[in-house]
């Protein structure tokens, strides 16, 4: 390899890395844990403020808490245990501990020679350990560790200095005492919690200094002055940062765009070529190094790569090839070709070299972001005409280093691939959960890892038989099975089988996402008939999920075809999660599409048996009311808006008024009344809508309009659907959420 191809591999390290710590720089860690201990038997009366920390922890913060009392019997060997476990389990070079210690603490004695001695309780012979012993595994983590103590003589465990960084907040200096819950004075830990939930809504970000400031004022109201102390770690890398962890697998929290205006254009000169060393080194700088104040850094020939990469692609897409007969064959329509010229033209006269070559900083951040901008909705226009490809056409598209695009491409070749395993899939269920009839899902195990089974039950007919229903599953199997990103909101497969109890049924094999493993799951439409109270901003982002998944869905041709709260599956926050609860003991904000039974892809005819009943019918689009029609992409876009008036509008009919669609017919009988369909949809855009504006706005509620509002779908093209749906509905949603 040259040290040409060297250096631009090891550019795309930096690339890569850069991109993956974009979403993580704002909050400076990946993973934040946090563990609380406590004794099993104290007398200090702390587990209700300390409860208030897990709380504040885990619901300003989104952190991941765990609780830990010291037992009265081998304390020593116990924690020691405990701190090595928590240690090893979610330590890593860009993660951040948080170990929290409320009780007694005491000075060095002539029966203890620690200089950090901890006790259950104030007496003599109480139990006790040394923190001292255990402290300096903390010293030699692979993490940055924050140690916060509400005991007396806490500053005594200010000693040695580790490579990461790791800061102490103690509740006093080393020699003296401080209050606790039996005390009539304020604890540390009261006025800590209570510091914690002021900077955080005041600054979005809190520091273990911050904290120290804070704490010292008179208003504190402590009996002692807090001490705040960095054990170590590198200077440059700056202080300990606790701020709201955003979900990686939420498609709404993404970096804002750049403002111009506060941004600063460098170019690096290096004394030699790139190698592992200092690409290693610039990474580091680049990243975890970097001041706070820097919210992103981007490489501004990264983006001008990228935008002709997909100049070339768009290039291959407008081609005109020949036929074996002579004839030419054009992927796109005219009014196509003329959208994806016009979309060409812009790109490359954002490329092109400006008049001046003496740039300001704001005229070059203007340049890159407008190149962005238009490599972005080429590359859209791209994905939106992926079904218009035929296979060889599809295999011929090179996607580069766009690694969402080259999983759409292999999706759609999925999806047209006639040739697709049959091979039905073994699971070992848990005995704790029986075959039963009727069953909609069952838990069980594949490979070692937890699957989620979901059963379909089909009626074979004369134009349904077996083998074509066989068909379909194998097909629905082979589309979960492909990777794709999480935008889709759809749950990894892995196989499929089929089952003979009292008649014949399919289960979808589902991966169980990792995050969620041993949590409860539960519909979304049993969550909205009992949690009884969600904020708008979470309707909002599930709301704008589900619509970003249906796009998706469409843009490789594949129509889900039973849109609703019944098909779409939230998962709990804890073992303890129960439909009854509240909101955020749910992932109500990143949701899963289920019940892909009936979905196909565009070239496959459906069939579906007449179905008059008017509760199925309202989350359908009027043409198929009790009508075995063809399914069309218009209908998806109807459901979606009844589902947006379901899980926007039924999640802001469902989820803004926070009622099942069913429930909001005022005369009562779940619209069994209405027995014309256009009838319905008038009384949607009417005081149903009016409702939905008052709950959420007429921002939302225009976007319900545009999708509820009788319209031509039929004679637009995919691409123009799926623009159009961008522009007025996703767009105006993520303006909601923001």
Same mark, same amino acid.
């Given at each position: 390899m040259s040290s040409e191809q060297s250096e631009g591999n090891y550019g795309k390290g930096i690339w890569t890395k850069l991109a993956d710590y974009r979403r993580i720089r704002h909050q400076r860690y990946a993973a934040v844990n946090v563990l609380l201990i406590s004794w099993k038997d104290d007398d200090t009366n702390s587990a209700a403020e300390i409860k208030q920390l897990k709380t504040i922890f885990q619901e300003s913060f989104n952190y991941t808490v765990c609780s830990y009392q010291i037992p009265s019997a081998d304390s020593q060997a116990s924690l020691n245990y405990q701190i090595a476990s928590f240690l090893h389990a979610f330590g890593g070079p860009d993660n951040l501990l948080v170990i929290y210690y409320g009780g007694h603490g005491g000075p060095r004695t002539e029966r203890s020679k620690s200089p950090c001695t901890w006790a259950a309780k104030i007496e003599a012979h109480s139990p006790s350990l040394d923190w001292s012993l255990i402290q300096p595994s903390l010293l030699n983590a692979n993490c940055d560790v924050a140690v916060i103590l509400d005991c007396c003589y806490a500053g005594q465990a200010a000693r040695s200095v580790p490579a990461q960084t790791i800061e102490l907040l103690a509740a006093t200096d080393k020699d003296q005492w401080t209050p606790n819950s039996t005390s009539s004075w304020q604890t540390f830990t009261q006025a800590l919690i209570k510091a914690m939930g002021s900077m955080i809504r005041k600054d979005g970000v809190v520091t273990l200094r911050g904290l120290a400031k804070s704490l010292s004022q008179a208003e504190a109201g402590l009996y002692r002055q807090p001490f705040h102390v960095s054990l170590g770690g590198d200077h440059l890398a700056g202080p300990i940062k606790l701020a709201k962890l955003r979900d990686p697998r939420d498609s709404h929290a993404r970096l804002r765009e750049t403002n111009p205006a506060i941004s600063l254009q460098l170019r690096l000169s290096l004394f030699e070529p790139l190698n592992s060393e200092t690409a290693s080194s610039l990474i580091r700088w680049m990243t975890r190094d970097s001041p706070t104040s820097v919210e992103d850094i981007q490489f501004a020939e990264k983006a001008f790569a990228e935008a002709n990469h997909t100049s070339q692609l768009c290039n291959q897409l407008l081609e005109v090839h020949s036929q074996a007969d002579g004839q030419l064959l054009s992927y796109l329509s005219k009014h196509g070709q003329a959208e994806g010229l016009a979309l060409l033209s812009h790109l490359r006269s954002a490329m092109s070299s400006p008049t001046s070559t003496h740039l300001t900083d704001i005229e070059a951040m203007e340049i890159i972001n407008t190149v962005k901008q238009r490599?972005?909705?080429? &590359?859209?226009?791209?994905?939106?005409?992926? %079904?218009?490809?035929?296979?060889?056409?599809?295999?011929?598209?090179?996607?580069?280093?766009?690694?969402?695009?080259?999983?759409?491409?292999?999706?759609?070749?999925?999806?047209?691939?006639?040739?697709? %395993?049959?091979?039905?899939?073994?699971?070992?269920?848990? &005995?704790?959960? %029986? %075959?039963?009839?009727?069953?909609?899902?069952?838990?069980?195990?594949?490979?070692?890892?937890?699957?989620? &089974?979901?059963?379909?039950?089909?009626?074979?007919?004369?134009?349904?038989?077996?083998?074509?229903?066989?068909?379909?599953?194998?097909?629905?199997?082979?589309?979960?099975?492909?990777?794709?990103?999480r935008a889709f909101h759809s749950m990894q497969g892995s196989g499929f089988l089929r089952e003979s109890l009292h008649r014949v049924r399919y289960g979808i094999i589902y991966q169980i996402p990792e995050e969620t493993k041993g949590q409860p799951l539960s519909c979304l439409s049993d969550l909205i008939s009992k949690v009884n109270t969600v904020p708008l901003e979470v309707r909002l982002r599930t709301a704008y999920a589900l619509c970003e998944a249906l796009l998706n869905l469409h843009s490789i041709g594949w129509y889900h075809k039973a849109i609703k709260s019944e098909n779409v599956l939230c998962f709990g926050r804890d073992s303890e999660s129960d439909s009854k609860g509240s909101f955020d003991k749910w992932e109500v904000h990143f949701p899963y599409f289920i019940g892909f039974n009936c979905s196909r892809p565009t070239t496959v005819e459906t069939h579906s048996t007449v179905d008059f009943t008017t509760a199925n019918n309202i989350y359908r689009h009027p043409d198929r009311w009790g009508n075995a029609a063809p399914f069309q992409r218009h209908h998806d876009i109807y459901a979606l808006m009844l589902e947006l008036i379901m899980v926007k509008g039924i999640l802001l009919l469902e989820v803004g008024c926070w009622r099942l669609l069913k429930n909001m017919d005022r005369k009562g009988g779940n619209f069994e009344h209405i027995k014309n369909p256009e009838n319905l949809r008038m009384l949607l855009l009417g005081s149903i809508l009016d409702r939905t504006a008052h709950a959420a706005g007429t921002t939302y509620a225009s976007a319900i309009r545009f999708c509820l509002e009788k319209r031509q779908w039929g004679d637009l093209e995919e691409w123009q659907v799926q623009k159009m749906m961008r522009q007025m509905v996703l767009e105006p949603l993520k303006a909601c959420c923001s």
């Open positions: 490599s972005h909705d080429l &590359v859209a226009f791209i994905e939106d005409s992926l %079904p218009r490809l035929n296979t060889s056409s599809l295999q011929a598209l090179d996607a580069g280093e766009n690694q969402d695009l080259k999983t759409r491409i292999n999706m759609r070749l999925t999806l047209i691939n006639e040739d697709m %395993p049959d091979k039905e899939t073994a699971i070992a269920f848990d &005995v704790t959960d %029986p %075959p039963r009839e009727g069953q909609h899902f069952r838990m069980g195990s594949k490979d070692g890892k937890r699957v989620l &089974v979901e059963y379909f039950y089909y009626e074979e007919t004369k134009s349904n038989s077996d083998a074509s229903i066989l068909q379909q599953v194998r097909r629905i199997s082979a589309l979960h099975t492909e990777g794709k990103s």
